[in-house]
């Protein structure tokens, strides 16, 4: 697993503009598989079903292994794959860009369809929220109440994120940290509390930092 850039999932990112009468429309959601990608594509080509082009592109995958462009009519290789290496030369993956096409009735020829298509997808990432997927640890810490305190102002100077905390008889902090610091925060963690608490390791998960 390794750290990766994407877009936010909070929302879907657009942005149009126009070259020689031809209106172009940048549509970007952020996608984790195939499926929800072919279903954005499905989405935008409803949504613009008058369009002359619905022409996209998705790179999926920790490593962008997953990539697949479509030019849905126009010219072979002048808008998925222009599309394509305009998500690679951002880094990102997990998301799929739409570029929709409404002809004005002038050719741009293949050189200005695949500067186009580019610029769309540029200016649709250019509108997103990029955000930067680290990897975090799950660490659940239990300890003694009288210890609860102390080590929650531990906590919120280390800006150490707290995922939830489970009161029982004892209470459990269950806590998330980048692989690299669970070594150095347990040695702190023993120190502060003189080794008065219980850690077990979780699983590993994807967080935007």
């Not at 990102?92 to 186009?116: E, P, Q, W």
């Amino acid at each position: 697993m390794i750290n990766y850039k994407t877009i936010s999932a909070e929302e879907i990112f657009t942005a149009e503009f126009e070259v020689k009468k031809s209106k172009f429309i940048a549509n970007l959601k952020n996608v984790e598989d195939e499926n929800s990608a072919r279903e954005f594509v499905q989405q935008i080509k409803k949504k613009y079903f008058d369009a002359t082009h619905n022409c996209s592109a998705w790179i999926l995958g920790e490593l962008g292994d997953k990539q697949k462009s479509n030019d849905d009519g126009e010219p072979g290789g002048t808008a998925g794959n222009p599309i394509l290496e305009t998500i690679k030369k951002n880094e990102l993956t997990n998301i799929c860009v739409v570029v929709t096409r409404y002809f004005g009735g002038i050719k741009l020829g293949a050189g200005g369809l695949i500067r186009a298509y580019s610029h769309g997808a540029s200016l649709g990432i250019s509108a997103a929220k990029i955000v930067q997927m680290k990897i975090f640890k799950k660490l659940a810490v239990t300890l003694e109440y009288n210890f609860l305190a102390t080590v929650e102002n531990f906590l919120r100077q280390k800006n150490i994120r707290v995922e939830k905390i489970d009161y029982a008889s004892d209470v459990t902090i269950n806590i998330l940290l980048e692989p690299a610091e669970v070594e150095n925060f347990l040695a702190e963690l023993t120190e502060l509390t003189a080794a008065n608490f219980i850690s077990e390791l979780g699983e590993e998960i994807f967080l935007a930092s």
